[in-house]
């Protein structure tokens, strides 16, 4: 049973930084990985997504240019790097292991998920 659990969530000011961590036991993540977020009331969306051998990424349109996955497949861990923080960026964050090795942005492509860290970006 594949565990994910992720960290480095808070409260940063807009335009700070924050970098999110993924960290898997009880198996491998031997496929593609995926960053997802949900906001009080809103649906869970999509944010980003990194490949098995992390060769291709693909982002949401809201986070391209700020956000930036990656993984070390030694230490079963993938991080989300998010810089220009925005208020509107504040939500639920959770990592998810893929049921493919490419990339996809629909929840039903990954199969196991984390319990989400949350952050909290102010104005």
């Known amino acids: 049973q594949v565990q994910l659990v992720e960290s480095g969530g808070g409260l940063v000011e807009a335009g700070g930084s924050l970098r999110l961590s993924c960290l898997a036991s009880g198996g491998t993540l031997s496929s593609a990985m995926g960053w997802f977020r949900q906001a009080p009331g809103k649906k869970r969306e999509f944010v980003g997504a990194?490949?098995?051998?992390?060769?291709?990424?693909y982002y949401a349109d809201s986070v391209k240019g700020r956000f930036s996955i990656s993984r070390d497949n030694a230490k079963n861990v993938v991080y989300l790097e998010m810089n220009s923080l925005k208020p509107e960026d504040t939500a639920v964050y959770y990592c998810a292991r893929g049921i493919r090795t490419i990339t996809s942005r629909s929840t039903g492509e990954y199969d196991y998920w984390g319990q989400g860290t949350q952050v909290t970006v102010s104005s």
């Open positions: 990194i490949s098995w051998t992390g060769n291709t990424r």
